[in-house]
């Protein structure tokens, strides 16, 4: 049972989504809060799975709320009304493991909790209605480690595994895993497609 807290300061909608939470068999409402504040004072705080947070709290900003819990080891999805790219890419650059509007439908909502709570991404279909591709391309390689990053850089120029891990003084074994983990944020499963998506971001490949 993946246990969930929703942080959220309108009444209407979070008793909504805690309700809509109420009706599944595998999600289960661990916290009902309006504050961020509210979250770490809460003591089940350790055994919550995904927290589901709004951009706007009323007493600090959600996605501070998502970078402490990042840092954590906790696993957020930022639940907004926002739905630029810029607050996507703020929003997993802090750590966020996900990114939902408030114009997805419940089955959406409750798929993103689902895949983040099982340690994937989630990027709501909307935002490609609603931004321009690059900004959101760009939010994703937000969601990116520094040193994935790097790695990301390299592959995309050409380097093959050995030289990657002899250049970052990483294994092999490093090196794949990175790859993996490239592959799943950015949803992409070749380097033919990594490169372009390096390359519609506007990211120079020389």
Not at 27 to 48: C, F, H, K, M, Y
Not at 178 to 185: A, C, E, G, T
Request: charged share 25%; hydrophobic share 40%.
């Amino acid at each position: 049972m993946l246990r969930v807290a929703v942080v959220d300061d309108h009444p209407v909608f979070r008793s909504g989504l805690c309700r809509l939470l109420s009706h599944t068999g595998d999600l289960e409402l661990a916290a009902e809060l309006d504050t961020a504040d509210g979250v770490s004072q809460n003591p089940a705080r350790d055994q919550i799975g995904v927290f589901v947070v709004d951009v706007r709290l009323p007493d600090r900003d959600g996605i501070t709320l998502v970078d402490e819990l990042h840092r954590q080891g906790r696993r957020s999805l930022v639940l907004s009304a926002y739905e630029d790219a810029d607050h996507v890419a703020r929003a997993f650059a802090a750590g966020a493991s996900g990114y939902c509007t408030k114009r997805d439908t419940p089955e959406a909502v409750l798929e993103a909790i689902r895949t983040v709570g099982s340690g994937g991404t989630w990027v709501s279909p909307l935002l490609d209605r609603r931004t321009d591709h690059r900004g959101a391309r760009r939010a994703g390689m937000a969601a990116l480690s520094p040193r994935e990053r790097a790695v990301f850089d390299l592959i995309v120029r050409g380097r093959l595994g050995p030289e990657i891990a002899r250049t970052l003084g990483i294994s092999m074994k490093t090196v794949e895993t990175h790859r993996y983990n490239i592959s799943r944020k950015l949803g992409v499963r070749s380097v033919a497609q990594l490169i372009r998506f390096a390359a519609m971001s506007g990211f120079a490949l020389s």
